[in-house]
């Protein structure tokens, strides 16, 4: 009997090794005195990507030997010696969400308080394509997706009331003013495809360009809306989970959202995932990040070359999750 436990304790310990083997997670570090990379964009046929962090700057991560560089920036006037290390300014701009257009090598990027732009290959001030649709100037531009083989940007104006200082305020009306946007561009212009959503945020155009996934943070609900077919701009649920933010298709064509889960019987109950699922909001893959980002949400999570980055608006790193 008491060899048999051994070896069963044994096997067990081989087993639980192997388990938490398959599991690894890194941080990529920012600059000092840089926090809040919110989205992710990468460039194709490399691993360098750009994030927007809370003082306005758009980095570029070029690797582990050069690190981060400075690529950009949305505020027209924006001071280094201001704004560098500071936090949610409005005169230094607040680049969140971004999307790359690989053939073109144009970033798309949406700052919270000064609209719709974007940015060559060479960095440098954001062109700013937009600050208005339908005569209502936007009051949070914040997640941008591109279909690659049109060009065509998504992006989601989260509320047509409250900027990006006001969640509390926005919260706690409940505020359902949001916007889907698509900007043409072969005609250069604007239109409003869907509004009313609770605080819209990540959005994903999928391949054929038939439909999109919006995240609505104040809902805690993901919405998919038609953009052909016989019933263009209705829309369905597809995913119910508190707080979910910027949402990533893959390249087999399904999503990664970045969400929550709330487990009132655990201490802290707010519990940051990100989820895998199908073009018809069918779960496929579920990843727990309490371990690294504990009560804090993630904002991104983008699959890359066969690793997951995590994005949060809380850290000052990159977090990459391999399995």
């Known amino acids: 009997m008491r060899t048999n436990t051994i070896i069963a304790l044994v096997l067990l310990s081989c087993f639980l090794s192997t388990v938490v083997s398959a599991i690894s997670f890194s941080k990529i570090q920012l600059p000092i005195n840089a926090s809040g990379p919110e989205a992710l964009a990468f460039e194709s046929g490399t691993r360098h990507f750009f994030t927007g962090i809370a003082d306005g700057r758009i980095l ?3 690797g582990p030997t050069t690190g981060f560089v400075d ?4 505020a027209p006037n924006r001071s280094k010696s201001v704004c560098d290390g500071t936090n949610t300014n409005p005169t230094c701009g607040r680049p969140v969400g971004m ?5 073109t090598k144009r970033l798309y990027v949406c700052d919270a308080f000064f609209g719709f732009g974007v940015l060559g290959p060479e960095g440098g001030p954001v062109t700013i394509l937009s600050t208005a649709a339908d005569g209502e100037p936007y009051r949070f531009c914040d997640g941008v997706d591109v279909h690659q083989p049109t060009g065509n940007v998504y992006f989601t104006d989260a509320s047509a009331v409250y900027d990006m200082r006001q969640f509390e305020t926005a919260r706690s009306v409940n505020d359902s003013t949001g916007r889907l946007l698509k900007y043409d561009v072969e005609n250069k212009q604007v239109t409003v495809l869907f509004r009313n959503l609770s605080y819209a945020g990540g959005v994903a155009v999928d391949e054929k360009e038939e439909f999109v996934l919006v995240s609505e943070f104040l809902g805690s609900r993901t919405r998919k809306i038609q953009l052909r077919g016989p019933k263009p701009c209705e829309s369905d649920i597809v995913n119910t989970r508190p707080f979910p933010d910027n949402i990533k298709k893959t390249r ?6 970045a969400a929550a889960t709330i487990d009132r019987g655990t201490l802290p109950s707010l519990l940051p995932i990100g989820e895998r699922i199908n073009a018809s909001g069918n779960l496929t893959e579920t990843v727990q990040l309490e371990q690294w980002y504990a009560n ?6 983008h699959e890359f070359d066969g690793k997951l980055y995590i994005a949060s608006l809380f850290a000052d790193f990159i977090g990459v999750y391999e399995h």
């Open 60 to 62: 570029k991560y070029q």
């Open 71 to 74: 690529f950009g920036f949305a």
């Open 99 to 103: 999307a790359l257009h690989h053939q």
């Open 252 to 257: 087999s064509d399904d999503f990664w959202i």
């Open 296 to 301: 804090k949400l993630v904002s991104e999570v």
